[in-house]
């Protein structure tokens, strides 16, 4: 098999890549990713001596350097989750979802519907998509895979779109695909602009917590490992032209998690209890932001035994311990472009 992963300098692909690279040594690996500011190599730095691994720095958005790419190495298989990811970033700059997101996957679909030439055998597109394309939950109700989609952010639209040309190639040319639909991850590795990372790293700094609107709204959050265990299992195992909801079973309103993370990061730094939540500012919320996520995960339970195999807690405990173990990691990523990123989304 030769595998190309996209995204895997990113947050959840480096943790894909790494477990396929490992998991597989008879399988070739190749992680394609332009290296944007979400893109780190640091974040394998690990795995990239391996025999059966190859870093490939481009950019899904150009279509010719992605065909001559499908040309050369003839992938058996893809795992695609190169996108531009930050719901917040998609609602300034719109159009930059719209190339990565939909341009860039057709790309690929292009790329791989030309080089399999209807010869289908043993061969798979995985599209990791989210569980936003299902828009916002009211109180009640879970988000499962028949779930009419309803996406409301720019971002949420731009995956909701690849979502459905993925299907639309399965439909029209029988390209062979899966799709999964995931909620919230968090762990090692996840870059600080979105909640949990963002909030670990202003604790450490003493800076203020920045909670959008009233903080009840409420998401789905996954251990990042627990993720790339479900990608694995869903590539070997999952049925063509199906898509399966991945979820934590875990719904946290905001505050109450930012409240525990406060509390664990008190702990971990030896400060009194309650002094992390001084640090709680209530700011302006977020343009269309959606009220709650919740997903049904019943299906690839049944259908293919996964489970989340850790608790949240535990999980957080897993993620802060990394942040702590990794300073020049977290000092790294904020230096530079971040502080811009930081200063127009926080103090302007
Ligand atoms: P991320 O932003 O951390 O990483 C994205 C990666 O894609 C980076 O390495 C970046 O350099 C690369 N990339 C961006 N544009 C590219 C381009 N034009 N060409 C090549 N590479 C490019 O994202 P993430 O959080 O790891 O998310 C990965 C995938 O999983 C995305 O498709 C996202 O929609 C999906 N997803 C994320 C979550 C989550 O909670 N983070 C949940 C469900 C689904
Ligand atoms: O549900 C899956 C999605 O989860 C993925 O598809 C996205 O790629 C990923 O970014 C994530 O989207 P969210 O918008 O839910 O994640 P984020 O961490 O940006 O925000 C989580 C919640 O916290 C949300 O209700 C907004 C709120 N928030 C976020 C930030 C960055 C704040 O209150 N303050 C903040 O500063």
């Not at 893109?39 to 279509?63: M, S």
């Not at 968090?186 to 800076?207: A, C």
């Not at 990123?341 to 926080?346: A, S």
Request: proline residues 4%; contains cysteine.
């Amino acid at each position: 098999m030769k595998i190309l992963i996209t995204g895997g300098a990113g947050f959840i692909g480096s943790h894909v890549v790494r477990r396929f690279v490992l998991n597989y040594p008879h399988y070739q690996i190749y992680n394609l990713d332009a290296l944007t500011y979400a893109g780190n190599l640091e974040n394998i730095v690990d795995i990239e001596e391996q025999p059966n691994y190859t870093f490939v720095k481009g950019d899904i958005t150009d279509a010719a350097f992605i065909d001559s790419l499908f040309e050369t190495e003839q992938f058996n298989g893809v795992v695609h989750l190169a996108a531009e990811s930050h719901v917040d970033r998609s609602i300034k700059d719109p159009l930059a979802f719209v190339k990565t997101n939909v341009i860039g996957t057709m790309n690929l679909l292009n790329a791989a519907k030309s080089i399999w030439n209807g010869d289908y055998e043993g061969k798979r597109f995985y599209h990791v998509s989210t569980d936003e394309v299902y828009g916002a939950l009211g109180a009640e109700g879970l988000f499962t895979e028949t779930t009419s989609y309803d996406p409301n952010s720019p971002y949420s639209a731009s995956k909701a779109s690849s979502d459905h040309f993925v299907r639309a190639y399965g439909e029209t040319y029988g390209l062979p695909y899966v799709i999964t639909n995931c909620s919230n991850n968090y762990g090692p590795n996840h870059f600080p602009e979105k909640l949990i990372p963002l909030f670990l790293n202003n604790i450490i700094q003493n800076k203020p917590l920045p909670v959008y609107g009233d903080g009840n709204y409420t998401r789905d959050w996954l251990y990042v490992i627990d993720h790339a265990r479900a990608i694995d299992l869903v590539f070997h195992k999952g049925k063509h032209a199906e898509t399966y909801n991945i979820g934590g079973f875990n719904e946290w309103k905001n505050i109450d998690l930012v409240k525990l993370l406060c509390a664990q990061m008190d702990q971990k730094l030896g400060r009194p209890e309650g002094d992390s939540e001084q640090l709680i500012t209530y700011v302006k919320d977020r343009p269309g932001h959606d009220l709650r996520y919740a997903i049904d995960a019943t299906k690839i339970k049944n259908e293919l035994g996964w489970e989340p195999s850790v608790t949240f807690e535990e999980g957080l405990q897993q993620t802060i311990d990394w942040y702590f173990d990794n300073p020049e990691w977290l000092a790294n990523v904020t230096s530079g472009a971040y502080q811009e990123y930081y200063t127009k989304q926080y103090e302007e």
